[in-house]
């Protein structure tokens, strides 16, 4: 007769129970992963999925039953730990949004938005449009695939008990400083043209008083910067690449920091 006791049954529990707190947390969190069009099914799925496959090669867990104040805290610190990798990945496309929305108000597009159901809020479409170009870039270099092997990775270096320490989180503070230097640089090209092209249009204006500004304003910036954007599309993967690695690392910092 095959008997189970309490002590097993809590090392059973603990063994899934630990890793899928992380791996949820950071699917939740994750570009791609964490959108809200992805199904709930699927994110749960895909996470217990890879509790099953992941702790066969963990280290032994700690022995304290998931259910006890111990225990608690012990799921809390996952959960910390899988949002702390998801935030420092998603804040990846927050630099290609805010370049998006730098594009779209100097275009004269900051009226043009839509319903984001992504942030639940509205954003210009330029903005949007920069969004799904940069998921598709990131599917491209296998950036997916990155964030399984990071969450994988993450279990050697910050094993289940430990915890992130302040250096960590100041490590993700540095990375979010990032955003808005990287949001800049991707949309410099446009702002620099349309600076130009704002210029020589005060010039025209104070030139030939008689020009309606708004009447011939608009069309011409309109038409260079999306001439403009589509000239420096094809830099976006070398950046988003860039990007990429530099959060990888960031996270690989925050793991390796306890």
């Known amino acids: 007769m095959i008997t189970i006791s309490s002590a097993q049954l809590?090392?059973?529990l603990a063994t899934l129970m630990y890793p899928l707190a992380r791996l949820l947390a950071l699917i939740s969190s994750a570009p791609i992963f964490g959108d809200k069009q992805t199904p709930a099914r699927v994110k749960i799925g895909l996470s217990v999925l890879l509790a099953i496959i992941i702790a066969p090669t963990l280290t032994a867990m700690?022995?304290?039953s998931v259910g006890s104040p111990q225990g608690l805290l012990i799921m809390v610190q996952q959960i910390i730990i899988g949002s702390a990798m998801g935030f420092t990945m998603r804040?990846?496309?927050a630099a290609v949004e805010l370049a998006g929305?730098?594009?779209g108000m100097t275009m004269g597009l900051g009226f043009a938005s839509f319903y984001d159901p992504q942030n639940s809020s509205f954003s210009p479409v330029i903005a949007q449009w920069l969004s799904?170009?940069?998921?598709?870039?990131?599917?491209?270099m296998n950036g997916h695939l990155m964030i399984l092997s990071l969450v994988a990775e993450s279990f050697h270096a910050l094993p289940v008990g430990e915890m992130m320490t302040g250096k960590g989180f100041y490590a993700i503070t540095l990375w979010g400083a990032n955003i808005f230097a990287y949001g800049v640089q991707i949309s410099l090209p446009l702002l620099a043209a349309l600076l130009i092209t704002?210029?020589?249009l005060g010039i025209?204006?104070?030139?030939?008083?008689?020009l309606n500004l708004f009447a011939i304003g608009f069309p011409i910036t309109l038409t260079v910067g999306f001439f403009v954007l589509s000239l420096s599309l094809p830099y976006l993967a070398p950046a988003m690449d860039r990007m990429t690695t530099e959060a990888l690392s960031t996270a690989l910092k925050v793991m390796q920091s306890h």
């Open 62 to 64: 700690p022995t304290v």
């Open 91 to 93: 804040l990846i496309f």
């Open 132 to 140: 799904v170009v940069a998921s598709l870039a990131f599917l491209a």
């Open 198 to 200: 704002n210029l020589a």
């Open 101 to 103: 929305e730098f594009s």
């Open 204 to 210: 025209l204006t104070r030139a030939a008083q008689q």
């Open 10 to 12: 809590d090392v059973w």
